[in-house]
């Protein structure tokens, strides 16, 4: 059993034999850990007292949602069904609960009802200290198929690139594992070694971040069974494609798909994401223009020329040494050097990584022959359809990226 099963199984049974007491190791000892407690306590009591006492637990499901697992557990009374929604942080402690009585469907699922395929566990082994989970997909049947290796946005994110409710990476492979490709994904090395103690921050930069690991990833699925090595291709997605074009200048694929990539520095680019964010509403107050003024600062002290690897003034939680990466990563120049066919898929609607980023990839590629630009003006970040600014509580919504952009990777890769 999952060992996040074995937890809500153990904490659901405690509250339905009456020994609610029994769960207070559920909850760390800080004061927030404490109000949650009593929140869930609350919670419960009020649950029992409008719908009765448990008379069925009928299935538990567990999902990583970021860096937390999640579990969802229907439970049966005299009263009907809900769901019970636990998220655990990396301790095993809770740091979310709370009770559907109406059964909404929290869970991923995929639109897409294709079933003919298998999924078995990998490990990416970049080097001897770095051991990453992941999943080939395989289409049943198929003896020689192109293969595909997912590269993830910016931050810890899981194989799926789970994102609230959504996985947009899924949304992707079910079409391709339909129209005859494998997919290998992975968990991020941010993502795996998060809480590592011997994960040291100033050591983490675009490669040891991205670009090393997705090498090793390319390596291992021209190596499996049923994948055609010599068609093996890599999608990338905001930083992934970002760093696309330099993994394939260390190691050999067949097509690129670069998804939402940016051109410049994203030092560059997060204060303009910042006061996007700001502006929603339709003005910026006094803390949100301080918040912008200093990562303007930032960026201006980041992309002078004297900074370097031993400067102190950083972002929290990185080094300088990621930042000067940051600001030397010319893909672009990388980008018209390449022979091989390259997609670039854009939403008009995106706020992350902007139409300038796209029209720079325009300018920049004018000439090269092998590279397709495309363009959905209704799509945002995560290629969800939308219309007017995109915001970014969207994206904690159950949703899907449209079919149109999806088709259009099948497509390239196919043809």
Known sequence: MHPYKKLTKKFIGNFKRNEPNKNSTFFDSTRFGKALEAMVDKTLGDFTKNYGNITAIERTEVDTQGCKMASYTYIKTAKGKSTWYILFDQAQRISNFSIDTFQNQKFYENPNSFKAYTRKDISVETNPFVTLPGYLYQPIGAKKTPGVVMVQGSGPTDRHQSIGPNKLFLDFIV???????????????????????????????????????????????????????????????????????IIATKTTVNKLIMLAPPVRPLIEILPEQIEYISKIDGKIDEQEQTQINQFKWLKDKIMSPDYNVKSKITLPGTSARYWVTDKNLNNLAVAKTLKMPILLVQGGRDYNVTMKEYNLWLEGMKGNSNFKPVLFDDLDHQYFSGTGLANPKEVLKPNHANEKAIKSVVDFINN
Do not use: N, W
């Not at 675009?206 to 997705?214: F, G, K």
């Open 175 to 245: 079409p391709m594992l339909q129209k005859g490709i494998s997919v290998l994904v992975y968990d991020k090395r941010t993502y795996v070694y998060q809480t590592s103690t011997s994960f040291r921050s100033d050591t983490v930069d675009y490669y040891s971040e991205t670009i090393d690991d997705a090498v090793a990833a390319i390596k291992l699925l021209k190596l499996q069974t049923g994948v055609d090595s010599s068609k093996v291709c890599l999608i990338g997605h905001s930083l992934g494609a970002k760093c696309a074009p």
